[in-house]
């Protein structure tokens, strides 16, 4: 399987260059030139299978250049039991009509675990088989879950420097804990001075940054990234959406064949959008709900097909969804265009330039018929906390609430029926005071105190607060600069020394 960049303006690559490279030369992301089809037989057939084996075997079409023993090893190692328990993604009934996908239960407790645990393996592998003997520096901007996955999966994995950025008022306390207290002789933190979309365009600015790039390989380092926009990132969460199918017929939540609908929370257009290559890939989904919080600039591109960024980035309780540039939705533009490189690019360059696109008529519709958008404000969402507890005992984090609603508002717009998987993509114990807001208990909190929060939580709930949190209470500080946007380059030779 070979690689082309959605801008057309680089080559073909193997699997292994797509992910020690990251990002395409020009600018663009990796796709793959094919999609393997899947029939219903196989992929019930696959229900069977341990996860880091189902995984193996839907990597392997991808991923060509590395061996089925190789894949085997790398998905053995970061879905081992000890860091995920016995299923990295359990389904669970919680509605009538709707389930929930738990995608939290890795070592951070946010779904970027099931991506961000097997991509250093793949790394590893791909830098002996493209022959390079150079370092590999991975720059992760994150709006919260992403960092801390990030460090964590790269944390001491020999030949790599992981340096991640986060908007220094941007991630709830537990997040940002996670990030700075983070150990490691290859990890680095920076708080930046702005947003998440400011981040994300100062490690995209990095990766264009031929001046930079020689430099760096002038001293033996070279760039990747830990985002979604990494092939490597991408193609493990498609592994759920299967999974979580095959799981749903074999406790007969719905019969062989049925079409479902999966809502999920969206900010970078990262896991939606594999959920979408899983569709085309064969997996019987009518529909994708595409959730997002006041930072709305998706639901007004799927209902107008304009996408315009020039608008006010809100704070908001979901801040893993504060994102205005959704840079994986040039992804599905690349597909839904039959692979029109230069309409993309054309795109993206009026996104940088103006703000904003607008797609044709054809391309419009394309994306109506295959997404629902909704977005849901603050008090919506923590209303959602608070009826999910008194409805069904089930506690949901505020990520989650936004799907949860959105779920109900395709309900009732279109007064369908259809079997619905909310995917869950934190525990509500990394947004403590907003689940104890939802659910009525949340008065008198130290705001100050992340841990009193946790505690109250868990005594509230009567559940146990998890050891990734605890810890958290004596990890000391690591990571305490704050710097500006413009600085980030800077202070990436500063780390990797090559500059005092």
Request: net charge negative.
């Amino acid at each position: 399987m070979l690689f082309v960049s959605t801008r057309g303006q680089t080559g073909k690559v193997s699997a292994a260059h797509a992910i020690k490279e990251g990002l395409a030369g020009d600018g663009g992301l990796f796709v793959p030139q094919s999609f393997p089809y899947f029939s219903l037989e196989t992929i019930l057939g696959m229900h069977a299978l341990p996860y880091e084996q189902f995984a193996a075997k839907i990597l392997s079409y991808f991923l060509t250049d590395y061996t089925a023993d190789e894949l085997t090893e790398c998905a053995a190692a970061a879905y081992a039991a000890g860091k995920f328990g016995p299923d990295p993604a359990p389904l669970r009934k919680v509605g009538e009509r709707t389930d929930v996908l738990e995608l939290w239960h890795g070592p951070t407790m946010a779904f970027k675990d099931i991506a961000l645990q097997i991509l250093p393996h793949l790394m590893t592998k791909a830098q002996e088989k493209t022959g390079s003997d150079t370092r590999i520096v991975i720059l992760a901007a994150t709006s919260g879950d992403t960092g801390k996955a990030a460090l964590e999966g790269f944390e001491d994995v020999p030949g790599t420097e992981i340096i991640v950025f986060y908007p220094e008022n941007g991630v709830s306390p537990v997040q940002k804990l996670q990030m700075v207290t983070q150990p490691g002789k290859n990890t680095k933190v920076f708080g930046i001075r702005g947003n998440f979309d400011d981040a994300q365009r100062g490690v995209k600015d990095i990766f264009s940054d031929e001046s930079l790039e020689n430099e760096l390989k002038d001293c033996g380092w070279v760039f990747s990234s830990a985002n979604s926009i990494n092939w490597g990132r991408l193609a493990p969460q498609i592994t759920y959406y299967f999974k979580a199918y095959a799981d749903a017929v074999a406790s007969e939540r719905i019969k062989p064949g049925e079409r479902i609908i999966f809502a999920v929370p969206t900010g970078n257009f990262g896991d939606i959008l594999a959920g979408y290559y899983a569709k085309k890939m064969g997996l019987p989904v009518k529909q994708f709900i595409c959730a997002s919080n006041s930072n709305n600039v998706l639901t007004d591109f799927v209902n107008t097909g304009v996408y315009d960024k020039n608008r006010v980035l809100n704070k908001t309780v979901s801040p893993s969804m504060d994102i205005l540039v959704s840079s994986n939705l040039e992804r599905l533009l690349f597909d839904l265009t039959e692979n029109d490189a230069a309409q993309v690019a054309a795109w993206m360059k009026q996104l940088n330039t103006v703000g904003k696109y607008q797609v044709s008529k054809d391309v419009a519709e394309q994306v109506r018929e295959l997404f629902f958008a909704a977005w849901i404000d603050e008090q919506e969402t923590v209303d959602a906390i608070g009826r999910v507890h008194n409805d069904f005992e089930y506690l949901i984090d505020p990520h989650t609430a936004v799907a949860w609603r959105a779920a109900e508002k395709y309900r009732l717009l279109s007064g369908d029926d259809s079997y619905i998987v909310v995917l869950s993509t934190a525990s509500p114990f990394k947004f403590c005071k907003t689940v104890l807001e939802g659910i009525g208990k949340a008065a008198g909190l130290n705001e100050n105190d992340p841990f009193e929060a946790a505690h109250r939580l868990a005594e509230e709930t009567e559940s146990t607060v998890p050891a990734q949190v605890t810890a958290l209470e004596s990890m000391p500080i690591l990571h305490k600069d704050v710097i500006a946007a413009e600085e980030m380059a800077q202070y990436i030779k500063k780390t990797l020394e090559i500059i005092k």
